[in-house]
């Protein structure tokens, strides 16, 4: 029998034989698509190839998209664990053509690959087109499919849009039939909904464009978009009806039997089919960088953990159970999907946390509702005001307080728990417009309020897409704002950080399908991000699709100075004792500024040591990491919590610098940790270099540091070079001791700059330079950033010094034309030459020429977009060395 992982191989090798791009299955968080929660099928992450405003290197392409259906308008949450194929989290399989190929080969494509390399019998099948599509009805009919197996539909069931206007076309879908001891009809009669009938392929001809008017014309880009569940066709092949029996939810179901001491098929089956399904979401999504909240995405997360974490009290589990599943999704799918290996221990601690915060409330909350139960009869309706107190109260929210009673064959007064929720509003919103400086701002309130809290996606991107919301002037909405003018928008996600814990808002450009923006500040009230734009030209308006670019130089500098900030906290700490608190903070672009609880100023020996203390911990380079956590488990591990913030529920936990021993703890402990929601630098060498300009007092018994990091610390130390060079020439001093005084600071600059770009280049490589076997040698092949061509040799050297016996190939994208450096081991020089390999990515990066020897070599290209082609073309020349 064929695992759920060889169907996967199966579809995609297929597909691959038939010329198309095996395409790694993009993240659950869209970034090209701000109108959707998660990714739910397989082409969204090709929507702007389809029309047009993406090019590929590649004209077809097939995939195994992880996809999650629990939170919008595409929500399958309430029905998973109760029917045979609703899931929160599936894999799509799907081939998709960009203008390549279309119905003739699209049709003869799917039927070979479901009658031949999956082996169903054909005589099962049954096909539907579009009432209109004669030609999809034609090809069916010419590879084998009788007429009266081919059914014309003519409802949207078979025609799908992209949206109210776009891209669209007609469809055709496969189905198999069950047999007749199955109730249900074919699709298209009045018994359709029943289960003999289960659709196994949808097959979309992308072929036309829709316009407000209801017009279409004919795409001049015909394309293919399809999608296979996996789930669902591999419980046809494996010879079930229900996905829950297909072999990977299986061991999923029987872990959790285990994990519970009950029995995988017995009464409990259906807690065990829940926890199965939402394992997967769940880790999944931390994986990808959703964290549990009380907003957005991570609300929906947490809204799947608790739905788990209630069927496993109830199927009896005493302590947490989620955690201890992990190691067998891993086991089952890691392979596939390498970012769950990697997430393991981070996706074990969060599922962890959450359910040890949770079963705190659980038990209290079970008890409410059993009470609330037993004083109602058989079937009758719990009151909206007690559904309202297990969510106020016990974070119970109403889809988990229905699942509970789903089970007894009772409902919630669903009105009532909304009037209940109204009720609730009207009093914060009442707070709210009485809040002090905020009492003229109650539109944020309403803007929260309609359109729920915005998303920031900043943590780990500078670039996304946002849909505009509103536009705001003079504290009233407004329709538009044309070029020349000001506004307050508001989008539904953004990468921009608000300002906010002592770092200032970020900048960049904004732009529509109606016109482009400058991005001059943004700022936070409440959940809600404001960005300050300056429309250049065109026009702004809610509703239109925003493209979201941060000033990526302005932010790199602001964390590079946050980062520098929480090291100044611990250095004074070390140096001062632990009375140091932080009393207020300034992370902008070109400088710090950090009040601190301290009686009396700083010595000069103090200052320095403070100030060499952090450059250490710079130059060690360690990773900075982020971990989210309960507030309480946070200041257990010792993090220090920032003046000003506010903690909710979770709080994010930042750590950076092993500790030689000297400092906070010993044998590589941590040394700075604290709470802090900002953003900051992958490794601490990205803060450069650090200068403090001394202190001063800022009030009784509060001292002010202003710092300077990076470029601002070079540059202040070019001044100071200068203004030594001043005071000689002023005051006459001798010329031989101010020689030595310039010569002195001089050989300290470049002692620093030397540093700084040794720096530069091992951030650049990284810690995850890992070498890979090609043609039975070792290579690094990489793309680096924040160097400059001339860093390359040392860093080739570098490498090769590295492997031993290997190849390196990197590509510097420098923000111009992009540089190539190659290098070769003298042991395998007379197999590759460092030249050709040169040559063959400086051809894919449009450039010419290139040279050097053959165990090193340079050059340089045109167009850095076109990397991932030039590093395929070294691959080339290695594999046929």
Partial sequence: MASLNDIRSTFLDYFARQDHAVVESSPLVPRNDPTLMFVNSGMVQFKNVFTGVEHRDY???????????????????????????????????????????????????????????FGIDASRLLTTVYH???????????????????IRIATDDNFWRMGP?????????????????????????????????????????????????????????????????????????????????????????????????TDADGPQNIHHRVIADHLRSTSFLIAD????????????????????????????????????????????????????????????????????????TLDRGLRLLEDEVGRLPEGGTLGGAAAFKLYDTYGFPLDLTQDALREKGMAVDVAGFDAEMAEQKARARAAWSGSGEQADAAIWFDLAEEHGSTEFLGYDTETAEGQVLALVRDGDAIDAAEAGETAAMVVNQTPFYGESGGQVGDTGTVRTDGGRGSITDTKRIGGVFLHMVTVDEGRIAPGQTAELVVDHARRSAIRANHSATHLLHEALRAALGDHVAQRGSLNAPDRLRFDFSHGHAMTRDQLAGIEAEVN??????????????????????????????????????????????????????????????????????????????????????????????????????????????????????????????????????????????????????????????????????????????????????????????????????????????????KDLVDRVSAVDLVRAAVEALGGRGGGGRPEMAQGGGADIAQADAALAAVRGVIEGA
């Fill in 289 to 360: 960088g959703v964290m549990p909240s009380n907003e957005g995405r991570g609300y929906v997360l947490r809204r799947i953990m608790r739905r788990a974490m209630r069927h496993a009290h109830q199927a009896g589990a005493k302590d947490p159970v989620m955690h201890r599943l992990v190691p067998e999704l891993v086991r089952q799918m890691g392979d596939h999907y390498p970012e769950l290996v990697r997430g393991k221990s981070v996706i074990e601690e969060t599922l962890r946390g959450e359910e040890e915060r949770f079963r705190s």
């Fill in 132 to 150: 209109t599509d004669d030609e999809a009805f034609e090809i069916w009919r010419k590879v084998g499919v009788p007429e009266d197996r081919i």
């Fill in 165 to 261: 206007t776009g891209p669209c076309g007609p469809c055709t879908e496969i189905f198999y039939d069950h047999g007749d001891h199955i109730p249900g009809g074919p699709p298209g009669s009045p018994d359709e909904d029943g289960d003999r009938f289960i659709e196994i392929w949808n097959v979309v001809f992308m072929q036309n464009e829709q316009f407000e008017d209801g017009t279409m014309r004919p795409l001049e880009m015909q394309s293919i978009d399809t999608g296979m569940g996996l789930e669902r066709i591999g419980a046809l092949l494996q010879g079930h009806h229900d996905n829950y029996d297909t072999d990977l939810m299986r061991a999923l179901i029987e872990a959790s039997a285990h994990a519970t001491s």
């Fill in 59 to 117: 004209s077809r392409a097939t995939t195994a998209q992880k996809c999650v259906r629990a939170g919008g308008k595409h929500n399958d949450l309430d029905n998973v664990g109760y029917t045979a194929r609703h899931h929160t989290f599936f894999e799509m399989l799907g081939n998709f053509s960009f203008g390549d190929y279309f119905k003739s080969d699209a049709i003869p494509f799917a039927w070979e690959l479901i009658t031949k390399d």
């Fill in 616 to 825: 250490a911990f710079i130059r060690q380079n360690s990773a900075v990491s982020t971990r989210i956590m309960a507030p309480d488990d946070a200041r257990a591990l010792g993090a220090q919590a920032l003046f000003g913030e506010k903690y909710g529920d979770e709080v994010r936990v930042v750590s950076m610098g092993r500790s030689d021993g000297s400092g906070k703890g010993s044998d590589g402990a941590t040394y700075s940790i604290e709470l802090c929601g900002g953003t900051h630098v992958g490794r601490t060498g990205e803060i450069g270099a650090f200068v403090t300009l001394g202190d001063q007092a800022s009030s009784a018994g509060v001292r002010r540091i202003e710092a300077l990091t990076g470029q601002a610390a070079m540059d202040h130390l070019r001044a100071q070079d200068a203004r030594v060079s001043e005071l000689a020439n002023l005051f006459k001093v001798q010329a031989d001791e101010v020689s030595d005084r310039v010569r002195a600071l001089m050989d300290e600059r470049k002692a620093l700059q030397s540093e700084i770009a040794q720096l530069r280049r091992d951030a650049a490589i990284g810690a995850g330079a890992e070498a890979i076997e090609i043609n039975g040698m070792q290579a690094v092949l990489q793309v680096v950033s924040g160097v400059s061509g001339k860093d390359l040799g040392a860093m080739i050297d570098a490498q090769k010094q590295t492997l031993g016996s290997g190849i390196a190939v990197l590509i510097a994208d420098t923000g111009a034309k992009p540089a190539v450096a190659a290098g070769v081991t």
